[in-house]
């Protein structure tokens, strides 16, 4: 077969394979893990049903014991012998005879007819006593103190496994109370043990339990009760403590499922205790367990069905595959002839188009990028010129405000002449009242002087009319002492006046230079707000001529960008036509190198 059919034909095994094997696989994996958990579920529910066979075998044997303690019981002639011994009647070895006659006659009846292992039947006084045993030397014998008597005293009692001493061996009991029938006095305890014998067959069973499975009672300190199939003499020794066990010693629950078993061996295994313990309250719980790898054999024969189903599958798969392969491979590879040959032209004449689209794409970008320089002068020059408007347009308000603030200093200048002139007035005021004050001054020198002269007048007067006039001369002395301190006073007040008088004049001659400079700097105030009129007007006819050639220049940028946009959606499309033709060359490159490789793949 050439090369190039099998190449098909592999990829056609390859496309069979997946498009059928998968799905096939898929349903398969369903299947297999639907079967499983079914499979898992049934041996579950099978091994279920097996331990609650064993579980109600168990609970109808303990109940069948319970109920022949109990008739025992109530037996008449065993009535009438409690009678006796407890009232004393008849002598000790006649009773005695008489007890053993009928423990004798009683249980090798019931031994005789039902095989339940009975080991020992005896009799207890109401004190605990043994007064009749199978064992007679259990005969006499003080049980008060062991639970088999004093469990029963309020009513029938199952005592767990224990060992028992005289036999040597492990037992379990059944005791009843036997009470008087008219006044229901207790009269004595009659009890039955048993061997583990009815137990074990039980346990011992193996129907339905395969090669590995095993059953067995553990109690409820956790120990194994019945025997092991895999460890010898474990009755009583072997200590369980697995998942199922602790389960029903803490929350009373059965379970079902996969744990490591007392040999820590992955075990299925299922429990019950419920339904042991429903009328006694042993703490018992059956457990019934098989190995993991028998357990999942039919599982793991159900995984071997589905795998050779799958290689099945798949061989029939790739069969289909090789036969198809073969079949198609002729006309595909004429197609991919005809294919190869048509691209090979296409290609050439792409390479035209695309020198030509070149060729084209460079012009445009040429023009193009001359276009953008033109644009990037303009705006520029739009920049300049909005600089230059803005920075005129700041001129223009710092002018009209030096002019605002040449007027507020103008204002200023004419307050400051007013309030000199007044200045000047106040001035003139006071240096007038202080001239009349000087010559109120001068009155009271003058008056000063004549009351000096009046007060010498009288002084001498006074002298002249001796102790008549002495009174009068101290008067005339204090009036001229008061005449010259007013004179003194008048002077210095006049001296003070001359000081106001010189300053005030001093004063006056400021005030009227400061009304002259106040004057002069108005005038130079008003030629100065003239000037920066004139200088406002001059910088807003500069900002509008440059406010104008801003607009000038934006509409020349416009104009040039649209003509920029122009030429780049030109560039833009000579580029696109460049590309389209490029990539068409590609494509028909790709389709020429795919039509080669699809010969050589057929």
């Known amino acids: ?15 069979f394979l997946l498009t059928s094997v998968l799905p096939i696989t898929f349903i398969g994996f369903w299947s297999y893990q639907s079967g499983k958990e079914s499979l898992k579920s049934q041996f579950l529910n099978d091994f279920t049903a097996i331990v609650q066979a064993k579980a109600q075998a168990i609970s109808q044997y303990l109940d069948t014991e319970v109920m022949r303690v109990e008739d025992f019981a109530a037996d008449d002639e065993l009535y009438q012998l409690l009678e006796q011994s407890a009232g004393g009647a008849g002598r000790p070895d006649n009773m005695a005879v008489q007890w053993q006659t009928f423990i004798k006659s009683k249980t090798i009846s019931s031994q005789a007819d039902l095989k339940h292992g009975y080991a020992e039947t005896l009799v207890m006084d109401a004190n605990g006593r043994v007064l ?21 005293v309020d009513g029938p009692y199952v005592k767990d496994v224990y060992a028992h001493a005289a036999s040597k061996q492990y037992s379990f009991a059944v005791s009843a109370p036997i009470r008087h029938q008219v006044s229901g006095k207790l009269l004595g305890v009659i009890a039955n043990r048993l061997n583990l014998t009815a137990l074990n067959d039980i346990t011992t069973n193996r129907q ?38 602790r389960l029903f010693q803490t929350q009373q629950q059965n ?39 028998e357990a999942n054999a039919e599982i793991v024969k159900l995984r071997n069905w589905v795998l050779l189903f799958a290689l099945v599958t798949g061989c029939v798969a790739a069969a289909t595959g090789l036969f198809y392969g073969r079949i198609l491979s002729r006309p595909i ?9 048509t691209s090979s032209e296409l290609s050439i004449t792409t390479d035209e188009h695309e020198r030509t689209a070149a060729q084209q794409a460079v012009a445009v970008n040429e023009t193009s990028a001359t276009m953008n320089e033109l644009g990037r002068s303009a705006q520029q020059s739009i920049l300049q010129a909005d600089t230059a408007n803005q920075e005129s347009q700041k001129v223009v308000s710092k002018a009209l405000a030096g002019a605002q603030i040449m007027q507020e200093l103008l204002g200023s200048m004419e307050t400051l002449k007013v309030k000199v002139e007044q200045i000047g007035t106040q001035i003139l005021r006071l240096s007038e009242q202080t001239s009349q004050i000087g010559h109120i001054t001068e009155a009271v020198k003058d008056i000063a002087n004549q009351t000096n002269l009046l007060a010498l007048n009288a002084a001498v007067e006074a002298t002249r009319a001796g102790e008549h006039g002495k009174g009068f001369t101290v008067v005339s002395q204090e009036i001229r002492k008061l005449a010259e301190q ?12 001359e000081n106001i008088q010189k300053v005030t004049n001093t004063t006056v001659l400021a005030a009227e230079a400061g009304t002259q400079m106040a004057q002069l700097s108005s005038q130079q105030a008003e030629h100065t707000q003239r000037s920066c009129d004139d200088l406002s007007d001059a910088i807003n006819n500069i900002a509008d001529v440059l406010q104008q050639i801003s607009l000038t220049a934006k509409q020349q940028a416009n104009a040039t960008n649209q003509v920029v946009e122009a ?7 000579a ?6 033709i490029s990539q068409s060359k590609i494509a028909i490159q790709n389709l020429n190198k795919a039509a080669g490789q699809l010969q050589n793949m057929i």
């Open 208 to 245: 339905g339990l395969r090669e590995t499975g095993e059953a067995y009672i553990v109690n409820k300190h956790g120990y194994m009760i019945t025997p092991s199939r895999f460890i010898p003499n474990a009755v009583m020794k072997q200590k369980v403590d697995t998942q199922p066990v």
């Open 1 to 15: 077969m050439p090369q190039t059919k099998r190449k098909l034909t592999h990829n056609l095994i390859i496309l």
């Open 333 to 341: 590879n004429q197609a991919t002839a005809e294919i190869f040959t």
């Open 486 to 497: 007013s004179k003194k006073s008048a002077e210095h007040i006049s001296n003070l006046l």
């Open 132 to 152: 009749a045993s199978t064992d007679s030397q259990a005969v006499g014998r003080d049980e008060s103190a062991d639970e088999l008597f004093s469990g029963a």
């Open 255 to 293: 379970m079902a499922g996969l744990y490591p078993d007392y040999r820590n061996m992955p075990i299925v295994g299922v429990s019950d205790g419920q339904l042991i313990n429903k009328h006694y309250d042993l703490g018992w719980l059956l457990l019934v367990e098989i190995d993991e790898p």
């Open 567 to 573: 030429m780049n959606m030109l560039n833009t499309g």
């Open 575 to 580: 580029k696109e036509t460049a590309n389209g």
